[in-house]
T-cell receptor, first 115, second 112 residues
Framework: DAEITQSPRHKITETGRQVTLACHQT?????MFWYRQDLGHGLRLIHY???????NKGEVSDGYSVSRSNTEDLPLTLESAASSQTSVYFC??????????????FGEGSRLTVL | DQQVKQNSPSLSVQEGRISILNCDYT??????FLWYKKYPAEGPTFLIS?????DKNEDGRFTVFLNKSAKHLSLHIVPSQPGDSAVYFC???????????FGDGTTLTVKP
């Protein structure tokens, strides 16, 4: 079955370290997204991509970067982790042509703790 | 400025009764609305959606109503079941924009 997987599921790191969260989907979806979820907040968009070599900033992109070298993967990098980036991170994908809305298929989440 | 708002952080209902979850939005460019359900330690899963050309969409026990003039949508669950206990997120997207903006979620508890 097609799916979307995130790794690692849990990560503890120290302030200032670089961290990369992986996201891999096997649906061949063009659109991929990274969201973070914090207590008392909904899902806030970090970065998104509508296809290979396309990346865009979301509402909370500071301190994060993504790259899209193929259809299946959208890794999220924290260049220098900060305690404010302690959160649960969700990767999602959606079908359709680039930019067209539709339901999102989410991964199970990656819980990141920055000490 | 939060563009999608779910003003009730929590809702508790008895099994068999109706659950009504509400969502308001401010961006008039939004034309597609979705509800997601999330259990603890899992990713959100899509529940039901509605396009702005409709005012109602039904799928089994779940119905979403859209009032464009009021910029308001609601999710009705009838009858509610204990397994419906979860966090429900409202989301909205604009035409030709695959990204969705989410509300803060409403935690629904259905008591047996």
């Amino acid at each position: 079955d097609a799916e979307i997987t995130q790794s690692p599921r849990h990560k503890i790191t120290e302030t200032g370290r670089q961290v990369t969260l992986a996201c891999h989907q096997t649906w061949n979806h063009n659109n991929m997204f990274w969201y973070r979820q914090d207590l008392g907040h909904g899902l806030r968009l970090i970065h998104y991509s509508y296809g290979v070599q396309d990346t865009n900033k979301g509402e909370v992109s500071d301190g994060y970067s993504v790259s899209r070298s193929n259809t299946e993967d959208l890794p999220l990098t924290l260049e220098s982790a900060a305690s404010s980036q302690t959160s649960v991170y969700f990767c999602a994908s959606s079908p359709g042509t680039s930019g067209v809305g539709g339901e999102l298929f989410f991964g199970e989440g990656s819980r990141l703790t920055v000490l | 400025d939060q563009q999608v708002k779910q003003n009730s952080p929590s809702l508790s209902v008895q099994e068999g009764r109706i659950s009504i979850l509400n969502c308001d939005y401010t961006n008039s460019m939004f034309d597609y609305f979705l509800w997601y359900k999330k259990y603890p330690a899992e990713g959100p899963t899509f529940l039901i959606s509605i396009s702005s050309i409709k005012d109602k969409n039904e799928d089994g026990r779940f119905t979403v109503f859209l009032n464009k003039s009021a910029k308001h949508l609601s999710l009705h669950i009838v009858p509610s079941q204990p397994g419906d206990s979860a966090v429900y997120f409202c989301a909205a997207s604009a035409v030709n924009a695959g990204k969705s903006t989410f509300g803060d979620g409403t935690t629904l508890t259905v008591k047996p």
